[in-house]
């Protein structure tokens, strides 16, 4: 159980750099099922994991509790931000939050990773539940999660006669009500010192979730835009020295120089988020995107 002497119970921006300490502490504890390594702990994360954290707790030092997240895809973002979710209605008693997905299967994903978690931590940190089921999870510090559906038609009813001061919404861009996200974002607390509102997606052309990227760009002083990109997560890269599928794949993909656009690319990451693109992942980037070769 997470130490009460060293919880925060009403949040405070000058403390942001100790509530980070105390998640990372919590990460290394909890264990999931990974698709390409079997049982492994949290306590390694990702860079794109990391920037995700680092983005949150930074503009939580600025006292900003909105942020929308525009990810590439597999990046391990919705498993990072579950247990920030478990984390932090852990650390603060008494938070009425929800999580939100775009589907009635990937709602019952969630709940079953989130079982996983709760199960994997040891007694030093385990977290005392109330109940857990399809509706929800209720813990003893009087914190609970609604597990809602979306939808991805329109419904009207996301959120009506509910109020929340913490929400995880994943794959907004799938939603399909502009009704009920509007409903659903009323229902959220304005003021409540522990509010933590996050929506995490990948994109999906012109439709809500894209309004909502561009209302957080446009609002900096209140909401946090996180971009993520393919280049942040480490296995998106051939290595040689890993395997001789991997050598003949870096070897074939890697040949031709850098075209313009390749380097335009390359150019705006380093720039805008201080990240060098290697050969390693350009490799793959080219395999990804033209795989028979045919492009300049």
Same mark, same amino acid.
Not at 75 to 102: H, R
Not at 110 to 139: F, Q
Not at 187 to 210: D, Q
């Given at each position: ?24 502490? $919590? ?59 478990? $984390?932090?209605?852990? =650390? ?88 009920? @996200? ?53 296995? =998106? ?11 003949? @794949? ?17 150019? =705006? ?5 201080? $990240? ?21």
């Amino acid at each position: 159980m997470l130490d009460d002497s060293k919880t925060l119970s009403i949040f405070d921006p000058n403390r942001v750099e100790e509530l980070k300490e105390a998640l990372y502490d $919590f990460l290394s504890k909890i264990k999931i099922d990974s698709k390409e390594d079997g049982t492994i702990s949290l306590e390694d994360v990702y860079t794109a994991q990391r920037l995700f954290i680092d983005g949150v707790f930074d503009g939580l030092a600025d006292d900003i509790h909105w942020f929308v997240i525009l990810k590439a895809r597999q990046l391990g973002i919705t498993t990072i931000s579950l247990a920030l979710d478990i $984390f932090w209605i852990s =650390y603060f008693p008494g938070l009425q939050g929800a999580i939100v997905t775009d589907t009635d299967g990937n709602k019952e994903k969630i709940r079953l990773l989130i079982t996983r978690m709760l199960e994997s931590l040891p007694r030093s940190h385990s977290i005392p539940v109330v109940a857990h089921n399809r509706v929800g999870l209720v813990l003893k510090n009087g914190s609970s999660l609604d597990y809602l559906v979306a939808g991805t038609r329109k419904n009207g009813g996301l959120g009506r006669s509910r109020a929340y001061n913490f929400l995880h919404a994943t794959e907004c861009s799938s939603w399909g009500d502009q009704e009920g @996200l509007e409903s659903l974002q009323k229902s959220l607390a304005a003021k409540y010192p522990a509010r933590l509102y996050v929506f995490e997606s990948t994109a999906r052309g012109y439709n809500m979730f894209h309004t909502m990227w561009e209302e957080a760009k446009a609002d900096a002083l209140v909401k946090k835009a996180i971009f993520i990109g393919w280049w942040a997560k480490e296995e =998106y890269a051939y290595y040689p020295e890993r395997s001789l599928k991997e050598r003949e @794949l870096f070897e074939h993909y890697s040949k031709a120089p850098l075209s313009d656009e390749e380097q335009e690319l390359i150019d =705006y990451v380093k720039k805008n988020y201080a $990240f060098d693109v290697s050969m390693n992942q350009l490799a793959w980037y080219r395999h990804e995107k033209d795989p028979a070769g045919e492009a300049d």
